[in-house]
């Protein structure tokens, strides 16, 4: 099977909302932080899809970009230049505005995947309809969207409805819920807002340098080792990447997405020479 690639679309206008969707902030990160954070727990190698004219913004800037290389406009093209850059690479396009997107809906879809189609997409909960923009693309999906590109078809919904493509339900039925103006965003900060809870951290080896200290108790409204690990990165410029890591909480190691209590106590463990 090809490999999968991640490719997060951030090259909207963002005209519903009156302000770039791409920086709204859920938790302390942006919409597009987190989604980039979660598709590259899941791909070797993640892009974040802008226009020409967004290669210069920051927000984007801080991740390796796949700039809009085909003519068109709308998420189609962002998806057809990703796979015009890597045509051997499958696709796991996610937009940036699914704030209730979580690793266990991807890893879902990921273990549904059929190579042998030309995607494999979650389902609307609403309507039933391909969700394109929460799927795998595969590479024979490329020459097949550059005819109907070519055609005049812009909708990536339209084009898998037309095609040979596998569809799963979501297990949460919020996963796909998206954020188009202000009182969507203000819905989901309200849905997501959780209390700040209380944890133990340790650190050994390199990250106890970094730090300036062997263990500390924070307040945080981190609710993953994942979160956690991504916050603490960002206030003292940790250098080891989170794979190069285990984690355990309360002495038993965890899976990254496991959801953290008050008072528990984590620890990073670093690679036990070299890194």
Not at 86 to 115: G, N, V, Y
Not at 155 to 176: I, S, T
Request: charged content about 20%.
């Amino acid at each position: 099977m090809s490999p999968i690639y991640g490719l997060v679309l951030a090259g909207g206008s963002s005209t519903r909302m009156l302000r770039d969707k791409a920086t709204l902030r859920y938790r302390g990160r942006s919409q597009l932080e987190r989604a980039f954070e979660l598709a590259a727990r899941h791909c070797p190698e993640v892009f974040v899809s802008v226009r020409p004219s967004q290669v210069a913004d920051p927000a984007r800037a801080a991740h390796p970009m796949l700039v809009d290389s085909v003519v068109g406009e709308g998420p189609i093209v962002g998806i057809r230049s990703a796979m015009t850059a890597f045509p051997k690479a499958a696709w796991l396009i996610i937009a940036c505005d699914l704030p209730f997107l979580s690793d266990d809906t991807l890893e879902f879809l990921m273990q549904q995947r059929d190579s042998g189609l030309l995607a494999t997409a979650f389902m609307s909960v609403h309507d039933n309809l391909p969700e394109p923009l929460c799927a795998v693309w595969e590479p024979a999906a490329g020459t097949a969207l550059a005819a109907y590109q070519a055609a005049g078809g812009k909708c990536p919904r339209k084009f898998l409805m037309q095609n040979p493509v596998k569809l799963v339900r979501p297990l949460d039925e919020r996963a796909l819920d998206n954020v188009n103006t202000p009182d969507d965003y203000a819905a989901a900060l309200s849905a997501l807002q959780v209390n700040s809870v209380r944890l133990r951290i340790q650190y050994f080896a390199l990250m106890r340098e970094q730090a300036g200290r062997s263990e500390e108790t924070v307040e945080t409204e981190a609710s993953t080792p994942a979160d956690l690990y991504a916050e603490l990165s960002a206030r003292y410029g940790f250098t080891l990447k989170r794979e190069q890591l285990k984690v355990a909480v309360n002495s038993e190691f965890s899976d990254w997405s496991r959801p953290l209590a008050a008072g528990d106590d984590v620890v990073f463990i670093p690679p036990v020479a070299g890194g």
